[in-house]
């Protein structure tokens, strides 16, 4: 199973941008489509962004939330075990903690239930 460890999150004003990343530790993680999830107090969990494994693939799929696309991007460095969101643009809306997770399961929208999940860093936006 594949550990999870994220970071890069912290206060920014409305407008400026935050980059996340994941990194994973274990085998497989080149094998994995990931995800980005997000959790509001008060709120469900939800997805944010994911990527398929591997960009040579013709499987390969960049997806967005409705939400966040074109202000967020997803990507990935196989070789440093590691996948990133690029935030720009920030809203006091996007306040929450995000969440890495996969592989994800069918639909690219969910971790599988077998998957696994990082800790969590908070991301807060101010006015």
């Known amino acids: 199973q594949v550990r999870l460890v994220e970071s890069g999150g912290g206060l920014v004003q409305a407008g400026g941008s935050l980059r996340l990343s994941c990194k994973a530790s274990?085998?497989?993680?080149?094998?994995?489509?990931m995800g980005w999830f997000r959790q509001a107090p008060g709120k469900e969990r939800e997805f944010v962004a994911g990527?398929?494994?591997?960009?040579?693939?013709?499987?390969?799929?960049?997806e967005y939330a409705a939400s966040v696309q074109g202000r967020f991007i997803v990507s990935r460095d196989n070789a440093k075990y590691t996948m990133y969101l690029q935030m720009n643009n920030l809203e006091p809306e996007d306040t929450a903690v995000y969440f890495c997770?996969?592989?994800?399961?069918?639909?690219?929208?969910?971790?599988?239930?077998?998957?696994?999940w990082g800790q969590g860093t908070q991301v807060t936006v101010s006015l």
């Open positions: 997770g996969g592989p994800l399961a069918a639909g690219r929208r969910r971790v599988a239930n077998s998957g696994s």
């Open positions: 274990g085998r497989y993680f080149e094998d994995y489509a």
């Open positions: 990527i398929g494994s591997d960009e040579s693939s013709s499987y390969f799929f960049l």
